[in-house]
């Protein structure tokens, strides 16, 4: 009966890598019969370290979706600066711990800023190239960010001002009129981001479409 099972175990595990071979090396022929020169290295400005266009997808409908993901990475990288300058403004007034904070602050916007793009290049090139692999990843992690911007919209700790944190603005003894007027800024600023971000998420996954396929072509 054990033997049973691992040669089955490990049949499915042969049948997955090959599948996954076999997807790949369609992956590379569909980029390569394409028109898009995927090398030319554009995004974002001055690093361009991508390849970014937003009329390389052809489906109207696609291309807003690319357009709100878009958006919604830039939102979402303008509200961790945002961020940023707040945590920097609280520790030079002299607030406990925000020296620190600020430094959590900088690898968030840094961590988020790489993360974000990779997420935002795979939900582009998904639909662009009809490839639902690719869109799988940014559906993925963009849930993961929903639920990070909602969380940031609420709590009060550390470097984020949510709802909560008026509390705790409001009973600081520097800057409380700043304090209490940022954590609604950036409250709001949050909760815009995951709004945006879910109707992205939305748009994505309607758009989503698959011509690479498995094994065989399913």
């Known amino acids: 009966m054990a033997t049973m099972v691992s040669g089955a175990a490990l049949k499915t595990i042969a049948s997955t890598a090959v599948n996954s071979q076999i997807r790949g090396y369609k992956e590379r022929r569909a980029e390569a019969k394409s028109q898009v020169d995927w090398e030319d290295y554009n995004y974002p400005p001055y690093l361009r370290v991508l390849h970014y266009n937003l009329d390389d997808v052809e489906d109207v409908n696609a291309r807003f979706a690319v357009r709100i993901a878009h958006l919604s990475y830039l939102m979402a990288c303008s509200t961790f600066c945002v961020n940023c300058f707040g945590t920097f403004v609280l520790a030079c007034a002299g607030l406990k711990l925000k020296g620190v904070h600020l430094i959590y602050a900088i690898f968030n916007l840094i961590i988020y800023s790489i993360v974000g793009m990779y997420a935002f290049y795979k939900a582009y090139k998904g639909l662009a190239t009809k490839n639902g692999r690719l869109t799988d990843y940014y559906l993925g992690l963009q849930v993961l960010f929903i639920i990070f911007?909602?969380?940031?919209?609420?709590?009060?700790?550390?470097?984020?001002?949510?709802?909560?944190?008026?509390?705790?603005?409001?009973?600081?003894?520097?800057?409380?009129?700043?304090?209490?007027?940022?954590?609604?800024?950036?409250?709001?600023?949050?909760?815009?981001?995951?709004?945006?971000?879910?109707?992205?998420?939305?748009?994505?996954?309607?758009?989503?479409?698959?011509?690479i396929g498995g094994l065989l072509g399913f």
Do not use: H, M, P
């Open 149 to 211: 911007f909602f969380i940031a919209s609420i709590v009060g700790g550390a470097n984020y001002y949510g709802w909560t944190n008026v509390k705790r603005a409001s009973e600081s003894d520097k800057l409380s009129g700043f304090w209490v007027f940022w954590t609604f800024f950036e409250s709001i600023l949050w909760t815009i981001d995951y709004l945006v971000g879910g109707w992205a998420l939305y748009l994505v996954a309607k758009n989503k479409t698959d011509k």
